[in-house]
């Protein structure tokens, strides 16, 4: 089994940053994509990022881009976002999770971290 364990999140003001950091399991974390999804209150779990086995592929959504960076440490298998400019809009669980290809799409998915909270104040 592979476990994902997320960190990072908090409280904010907006426009600050926080990077989340999501720590892999096994040996084998190089050989999976990568992506991170947030769920805001009363809203469906969304898309935010996503990045190849390789790292050299990246993908984000549009409310976020320019603004929000992924990438990943194979060596120590970790992944992290780095998030930017927040606003009051990004408040939401996030969470990340692993799947054998690079997609958007939730239920591609295999292995899910518990979330983390953002919060970002007015």
């Known amino acids: 089994q592979v476990q994902l364990v997320e960190s990072g999140g908090g409280l904010v003001q907006a426009g600050g940053s926080l990077r989340l950091s999501c720590a892999a399991s096994g040996r084998t974390f190089s050989n999976y994509a990568m992506g991170w999804f947030r769920q805001a209150p009363g809203k469906d779990r969304e898309f935010v990022a996503a990045i190849s086995w390789s790292g050299r592929s990246t993908y984000y959504a549009d409310s976020v881009k320019g603004r929000f960076t992924i990438s990943r440490d194979n060596a120590k298998n970790t992944l992290y976002l780095q998030m930017n400019t927040l606003k009051p809009e990004d408040t939401a669980v996030y969470y990340c999770?692993?799947?054998?290809?690079?997609?958007?799409?939730?239920?591609?998915?295999?292995?899910w971290g518990q979330g983390t909270q953002v919060t970002v104040s007015s």
């Open positions: 999770a692993a799947g054998s290809l690079v997609t958007t799409a939730e239920y591609d998915y295999t292995y």
